[in-house]
């Protein structure tokens, strides 16, 4: 748990302190954080392994087109909020729950989208590119198993670090 607690404290910080290098907007678009829809597409991990045509390519670089004018956009400063709220001198409970509700909420709100644009985009292969895609899939599933039971197994030390003060 301990790890766990210390990624997300690590995740939160890194994401506070980036809101110092926005200049004056406090809504970043999510074409902004999708960069390309090109590079978006490549980075899809879902399609890896399926060979697909140009016209599938091409609807789905069209879908991702779509998603960044679409997605929700991240809200910096509930993000600068999230890190006055952390790094108070007093800790808050019911603000921080307050405020990490509506960031999930946000969240929530841009993975539903996404999934909308990914079964558009799944809906675009043959079955046949459908299997090599549900096989890749089970791959990544017995993978993923295979790491979450070596992370589990794995004795946590107690070294004195941040947490365990």
Do not use: C, W
Not at 79 to 108: C, G, P, W, Y
């Amino acid at each position: 748990m301990s790890k766990v607690a210390a990624i997300v404290m690590a995740s939160m910080l890194t994401l506070g302190s980036g809101v110092a290098f926005a200049e004056t907007a406090n809504v970043m678009p999510a074409d902004t954080l999708a960069h390309d829809a090109d590079t978006l597409y490549k980075r899809n991990t879902m399609f890896d392994g399926v060979n697909l045509t140009e016209q599938q390519r091409q609807r789905m670089r069209d879908l991702m087109h779509q998603a960044r004018r679409e997605l929700p956009g991240v809200n910096l400063a509930q993000i600068e909020t999230m890190h006055k709220l952390v790094t108070a001198s007093n800790f808050d409970s019911a603000e921080v729950r307050a405020e990490a509700e509506k960031m999930a909420q946000e969240q929530v709100n841009r993975q539903v989208e996404m999934a909308r644009i990914r079964n558009m985009m799944y809906n675009t292969l043959t079955p046949e590119q459908k299997e090599v895609l549900q096989q890749r899939h089970e791959q990544r599933m017995q993978a993923l198993k295979q790491q979450l039971m070596s992370y589990q197994a794995a004795p946590v030390p107690s070294t004195g670090g941040f947490l365990n003060q």
